[in-house]
């Protein structure tokens, strides 16, 4: 008999050894119809490897990231055996799986190289190996087999692959005419994979070393229906239309400069007025939550890292230590602002009755990353955090929970995202050793955090053991308008720093006593925030926030005068207006303003001039007739209004 | 005959060589009586040496930097005679003058130190010797017989010197009973010295070098009237009180910790407060006159220095530079801004309808400075420029020129600087190979500078010489509430950038051409600017500005709630007002405020919380009565609108 505990603790027995599918059948049909691979106490199982003893189980479908994988896994497998029919001879790499989809790391045979037209090829021999349903077979082999089979095979890179295996580890699996070496796990067969879309050849190194032999990459991504494949396309499209580096450009927002160096933004002056508006706004909302903005410098004694422990954690992979001329001084780059905020703490002694201290800085911090690894505004080497630092009594920190989780929405309402989750993260109960600070601590700042949540009404799932080592979090995810997750908003607990900085404060009892550490940013920083605010709104950012709200459109030269005192007027009114007075046809001018998302295009003429009126065009909604200019002005100032009502005061 | 050329450029005749003393008695008796040296074809001479040449010459007061430096000379001597009078066989080293007064560094007999005790006899004695009105008489002597000389007076410190001199070159200068090797000039005799105060006793190491012997360095300082030490002592004694470290404690502005480092100050909730406000007026001010923020990281790539030419000039004296974990890429901590503006100028490519643009940014540089260097918050290692380039065409610098003066003249205002002078920087007409650029846009800057001033109405001094050799420069001197002077908002052409970067734009004429730059930054640095504001204002800052305009003040903890509703009241209406809960008696209260500087203190009781008012204190001007809270309110900010009236609009 095997007992199989399921995910919600229930226990189901089964007379002899059972696989993950005929668990999943004896739960539901619809379960068996979409069970992709099986979790067998934490180990990820092809869906028809037996279990042999009580085991704790998981299955997975599509809808989990390693039901995914699995599928995908399978795919590179199927890729491989097509690329394998055309090009036989080819050697096979590594091919695991990816964000979304799969690679493979091959190495074509001499003289062949892929084309775009192999690759359809390809992807239809694919389709046509999937329709054959070939069960896919997991064997185990000694290293010896395993040797004389790839040498036979002639290919020097699963050799030496397997050379670096323990003999008795060693498993393969094969469907039709293909085999592979391979962990595993895989689909039971080929017919899973319904549809295929081979997205790109690039070139690697064997092992990502480039003292190794350039092998060709090609990425593909497989899905369980076709309808999933056209939509996973068409959001690729749509993704390339919302990339924050092509939006960043036609709006003018933000460049990068070889000379100054790479991941280092330059932030021209329309990308500058929307940081500026952001950084007003969250300064405004913090500021009612009675947040202090502080200012620290952008290096640190080294000393000061030695403190935290970052510099023995990251100093080797950071941007290195600054000498001075004068020997023995060393100064960092500060990766983080928390060092500093701990010194501003200490400059002079605390009671209970100081605390909570909230302490904020729009902080520009550097962290060296691989220049393979720069991606615009998302993975840049300098970047401004909205950071802060909540000190306060262990009796505090529920409230002090709820007020952030208030500024979070507050963001989240301004910026019209709809769509998020949150986790809580705590401790792994079963290795309380991996944490510092008291149980006691631990147990009120978990209870502080769900309490929290239930108060707000938030729906959140709780992770256990995805606490950091130094306190408990709680994380917010966002889905942007393409269905993207991006996360935002993480409110972390920290024991830690207080400790190794020796904050106290003098309690009602007299006596000293450890604060305890909030860190927050709900932008997380502006960089990586306004990369997905572009994705997000396709650039079409909220009124309020957009950096240009009209401009002005004269019909020909004659009424740039007149133009020029609308938008004065308009400036004077707290909308941020400009003229376009280029000596261009009205129709160029309304299409390259509409490319610049400026939401109000303000066309004047004879008419408008006599009649002190403008002509307003919405952008993307076209025209909306004319008004006199002080209406449009209260219109404006009424919709930003509307847009930010309830969020400051 | 000897032909004497006055600065006037008039010329005098004398029928035989003549000195400094009689020149001036041949043009005024009032200018022969306060002539103290003259310079004789640049050099400084003694007023009783004689001039048997045609020379120019430019006589010197106690108005004069070189008059100061003679009189503080002669002193130098007049002590180092004192002190041989009481300590004999001392050995002396060097006694140059400083900024204020003059030191001399002595060898005491071993086993002797100077008291305070001291000081006060060797005043005495000087004040005895200077009432003797010894000639001081200077006397040329070859270098044998002086080390002969020094050599019987066993002075090995002067022997030193005297080994260092050429034959030929050496003078000694005699009082009364106290001969001294040096190069002068000197004041005719002592009598000119009426008031006299030895300040302070320091060690020195002989000639700075540590390997040397520890000396006592005596520092004092003396004026031609009794009158004028009495103002300086007061002057002295108001500084310290004064004194923005002293104050910017008091009212928690900023503070520095050693573990994050020397000369890099960390804002305080109060001091970034006032930050910022001082940024948000400027920012508005700059708005009006069409400048755009930028932002820029706090790093470069080496090569932009190089570019730049400021690695070459300062790289070995900076902050050194960051290396990366990856090979072959290297960065500086930006120490100014202007390369990154640059870059931002080139990323697309412009037109002369472009120009002029006004690129402005807060903008935070690190430079190194020697840990003896540091004070305060005038000589840091890390500052905010209030910076800004303005790239224009030629024709336009004159009005770019007026718009700057413009911008600084609304600074000066808002603050109440209201004693300020200008100099103007141009080239030294005689040697045109040290500047860079065409003379026809060296003329053409210089008139424009020229004009502009004149056009606004400016009184200005006009240095030749004095010009970058990049570009000429107006430089605003204020003189502050205790009549000292700091040097704040230059203005500053540069030919040399543009040409670095071979920044361009295209003419209407379809050619090529180089923008001009003008750098200025009218606060000149962010951390200056304020300790200037402090000591001039001892800490009452203008109402608009301050980080806290009012604090309520409940006589008991009963009134906290009432004083917390007019707290919220006058937050909301955006007076910043705090209140100060705690338990203490109101006067003790009212004394720690008004330490703090904080303008209105409302306090409140029972009568006040019946009738809804607030109890008004003006700092430092005692009881205002009481008013409505929102009579108060009114009154607040019709005062800050008034401060400001003008000025935004």
């Not at 002899?16 to 619809?30: F, H, T």
């Not at 001879?89 to 775009?116: A, H, R």
């Not at 944490?435 to 108060?455: F, H, L, P, T, V």
């Not at 003229?579 to 309304?590: A, C, H, Q």
């Amino acid at each position: 008999m095997v007992q199989i505990t399921l995910p919600d603790k229930s226990i189901k027995e089964f007379p002899e050894a059972v696989d993950g599918y005929e668990i999943a059948k004896s739960i539901s049909p619809r379960l068996a119809k979409d069970v992709l691979s099986v979790s067998v106490n934490g180990e990820v199982w092809d869906l028809t490897r037996k279990i042999t003893k009580n085991a704790t189980v998981k299955l997975h479908t599509w809808d989990d990231r390693e039901g995914k994988e699995t599928f995908w896994h399978s795919s590179a497998h199927l890729m491989a055996e097509a690329i394998e029919h055309f090009f036989p001879g080819t050697k096979f790499g590594i091919g695991p799986t990816v964000d979304t989809g799969f690679y493979y790391d091959i190495d074509l045979p001499e003289g062949k190289q892929l084309s775009e037209k192999d690759l359809q090829k390809i992807e239809q021999k694919m389709l046509e190996l999937a329709r054959q349903k070939n069960e896919i077979v997991r064997s185990e082999i000694s290293k010896e087999d395993a040797l004389n089979m790839f040498t036979t095979k002639n290919d020097e890179l699963k050799l030496e692959l397997i050379s670096e295996l323990e003999d008795g580890t060693i498993t393969l699996y094969n469907q039709g005419n293909f085999t592979d070496l391979c962990r595993g796990p895989h689909l039971p067969n080929t017919g899973f994979i319904k549809a295929i879309k081979l997205t790109s050849i690039a070139g690697a190194y064997w092992r990502g070393d480039e003292h190794n032999k350039m092998l060709t990459r090609v990425y593909g991504v497989t899905f369980p229906k076709q309808k999933m494949l056209e939509e996973y396309l068409a959001m690729l499209e749509e993704a390339k239309k919302r990339d924050h580096r092509k939006i960043g450009k036609e709006m003018e927002l933000f460049t990068f400069s070889e000379e100054v160096g790479q991941g280092l933004p330059l932030w021209l002056p329309k990308g500058t007025q929307l940081r500026m508006q952001l950084e007003d706004f969250l300064k405004k909302v913090q500021k009612k939550y009675g947040y202090e903005q502080v200012m620290t410098p952008h290096i640190g004694d080294v000393r000061l890292y030695k403190t935290s422990g970052h510099y023995e954690k990251y100093g080797k992979d950071s941007f290195q230590t600054i000498k001075t001329p004068a020997e023995g001084e060393e100064y960092m780059l500060k990766p983080m602002n928390c060092p500093h905020h701990c010194e501003i703490y200490k400059w002079k002694p605390k009671s209970y009755k100081d605390l909570p201290i909230r302490m904020a800085e729009f902080g520009t911090v550097y962290r060296y990353e691989m220049s393979g690894e720069l991606h615009g505004l998302t993975r840049v080497r300098g970047f401004t955090q909205d950071d802060a630092h909540i000190f306060c009594r262990p009796d505090q920190l529920k409230d002090e929970f709820k007020k952030v989780i208030d500024i979070i929405f507050i963001i989240f309402k301004a910026i019209d995202f709809k769509d998020y989750t949150a986790q809580i993260s705590l401790r792994d109960p079963e290795k309380p050793e991996k944490y510092i600070g008291s149980k006691e601590n631990w147990d009120k700042a978990e209870q502080a955090i769900i309490e929290a949540c239930e108060e707000k009404g938030l729906k959140t799932v709780t992770e256990l053991g995805e606490a950091a080592f130094y306190g408990p979090k709680l994380d917010f995810m966002i889905k942007d308008a393409l269905g993207r997750n991006w996360q935002l908003g993480t409110i972390q607990v920290d024991y830690n720093l207080p400790e190794r900085f020796q904050l106290e404060y003098i309690g009602a009892d007299d006596n000293r006593h450890r604060p305890v550490m909030i860190h927050r940013a709900p932008f997380g920083s502006m960089e990586r925030f306004i990369a997905v605010l572009i994705e997000h709104t396709a650039g079409k950012f909220p009124l309020w926030l957009t950096p240009e709200q009209a401009v002005v459109l004269p019909i020909s030269e004659k009424y740039n005068d007149y133009a020029k005192k609308v938008s004065n007027f308009l400036n004077i009114s707290d909308i941020r207006t400009v003229v376009d007075e280029r000596n261009e046809k009205i129709g160029r001018k309304i299409r390259d303003n509409e490319l610049k998302r400026i939401p109000y295009l303000l066309i004047v003429g004879e008419k408008e001039t006599e009649t002190e009126t403008v002509s307003v065009r919405r952008q993307g909604e076209g025209d909306k007739g004319s008004m006199k200019t002080s209406e449009f002005a209260d219109f404006v100032l009424n919709e930003v209004r509307d847009q930010l009502s309830g969020l400051y005061n």
